[in-house]
C-alpha cells in the first residue's frame, strides 16, 4: 500500500506558474511508471503527464510544452511543473502510478486559473 500527498495548488492567473509536488510514504518513484492526473468539475479524471524508466515522459496534447514532469528518487518526490497556465487547466491535480491504481489515490491539489 501507498499513500500520495500532493500539494502546491493555489490560485493563479492566466500566463502564471505553479509547482505541484508529490510525496510518497514508501519508496515508488524510481521503480514505478508514475503520471499526473487531473479531473476538472464534471469531466473524467485523465493523465497529463507521465515518467518511467522504459517510456521516457508522455503529456497529453493539451499541455505539451507548457507542463514538466520530473521525479526525485533521494527525495522520493515527484513534480509538475506547469508554465504559461490557462483557465482550461483548472481542476483538481492528482499523482498516481501509470496506469493509476484506484487504492492509491490521494486528495490531489487544487489549481484554479482565472484572472
Known amino acids: 500500500q501507498v499513500q500520495f500527498v500532493e500539494s502546491g495548488g493555489g490560485l493563479v492567473q492566466p500566463g502564471g506558474s505553479l509547482t505541484l509536488s508529490c510525496a510518497a510514504s514508501r519508496s515508488i518513484f524510481g521503480v514505478n511508471a508514475m503520471g499526473w492526473y487531473r479531473q476538472a468539475p464534471g469531466k473524467q479524471r485523465d493523465l497529463v503527464a507521465g515518467v518511467s524508466v522504459l517510456r521516457g515522459t508522455r503529456y497529453a496534447d493539451s499541455v505539451k510544452g507548457r507542463f514538466t514532469i520530473s521525479r526525485d528518487i533521494a527525495k522520493n518526490t515527484l513534480s509538475l511543473q506547469l508554465n504559461s497556465l490557462k483557465p482550461e487547466d483548472t481542476a483538481v491535480y492528482y499523482c498516481?502510478?501509470?496506469?493509476?491504481?484506484?487504492?492509491?489515490w490521494g486528495q490531489g491539489t487544487q489549481v484554479t486559473v482565472s484572472s
Open positions: 498516481n502510478l501509470d496506469p493509476p491504481r484506484n487504492d492509491y
